[in-house]
Antibody
Framework: QVQLVQSAPEVKKPGASVKVSCKAS????????IYWLRQAPGQGLEWMGR????????DYAQKFQGRVTLTRDTSINTAYMELSSLRSDDTALFYC???????????WGKGTTVTVSS | QSALTQPASVSGSPGQSITISCTGT?????????VSWYQQHPGEAPKLMIY???NRPSGVSNRFSGSKSGNTASLNISGLQAEDAADYYC???????????FGGGTKLTVL
């Protein structure tokens, strides 16, 4: 079945970077956008950015511009989100989701917890 | 502060109907027919419940329906069931360099 499998939880120190993977199965990655969202503990969903896996084009939320990089490796059907200069308030659950150009996200990964702590 | 405004909480008794509102502007929810609603149970990933204002994905109960008037979209849940208790988020396409915006979420309690 169609699913997105995300990488394992991460624990990072402030100032470090984290790279989260999102492997698509049951469909070809290049046929849909991949969206990335952040959900801080007890908070709502926050859009971070999206990538068109077909050509690698990206859009980023202004809040994360300069700190987030979205990439993909079509040979292994996997998308990546790298967040740099981590701060304690980046501690959150990060989701990838398959989506349309107009933002309909129909398949979600289970999320990857990133904990930032000294 | 979220781009779309939702009530923090709503509640209803089993069998009743509830409505969750989602208010934006003409640059997002009011300007496009691309409003989606997501349901999120504790500890789970969000699930798409409504897209394009009023369309249900396959497998979503017809107790869930969506509509829009002006800048405000609404999610209606009829015949409330205990399993409907969850957080609900609306989102809208914007056509800008920030293509998607979300509401802050609404916690539905089934009494």
């Amino acid at each position: 079945q169609v699913q997105l499998v995300q990488s394992a939880p991460e624990v990072k120190k402030p100032g470090a970077s984290v790279k989260v993977s999102c492997k698509a199965s049951g469909y070809t990655l290049t046929t849909n956008y991949i969206y990335w969202l952040r959900q801080a503990p007890g908070q709502g969903l926050e859009w971070m950015g999206r990538i068109n896996p077909n050509n690698g084009a990206t859009d980023y939320a202004q809040k994360f511009q300069g700190r987030v990089t979205l990439t993909r490796d079509t040979s292994i059907n996997t998308a990546y989100m790298e967040l740099s200069s981590l701060r304690s308030d980046d501690t959150a659950l990060f989701y990838c989701a398959r989506g349309s150009y107009r933002g309909i996200m129909d398949v979600w990964g289970k999320g990857t917890t990133v904990t930032v702590s000294s | 502060q979220s781009a779309l405004t939702q009530p923090a909480s709503v509640s209803g008794s089993p069998g009743q109907s509830i409505t969750i509102s989602c208010t934006g502007t003409s640059s997002d929810a009011g300007g496009y027919k691309f409003v989606s609603w997501y349901q999120q149970h504790p500890g789970e990933a969000p699930k798409l419940m409504i897209y394009d204002v009023s369309n249900r994905p396959s497998g979503v109960s017809n107790r869930f329906s969506g509509s829009k008037s002006g800048n405000t979209a609404s999610l209606n849940i009829s015949g409330l069931q205990a399993e409907d208790a969850a957080d609900y988020y609306c989102s809208s396409y914007t056509g800008s360099t920030t293509p998607v915006v979300f509401g802050g979420g609404t916690k539905l309690t089934v009494l």
